[in-house]
């Protein structure tokens, strides 16, 4: 977040990807995998939030769990 050599859309386009890597995770665990209690995937939404502002955050989890 603090970073300066990053634009606003350079850190939106970090933590997106952040974000889907915390869904994969979180689909992995609902299949078996060692569970983190989703806390990954909560971390980098609110890390989102500080940057684009209102997001659901409640959506963007169950998103993570209507993966073909």
Known sequence: MSDQTLTTAQKIEIRRRWEYDACEVSVA?????????????????????????????????RACTRRP
């Open 29 to 61: 665990e609902e299949e078996g995998m060692p569970s983190q209690n989703g806390e990954t995937l909560k971390q980098v939404l609110l890390a989102l939030h500080e940057l684009v502002g209102d997001i659901d955050t409640d959506k963007a989890r």
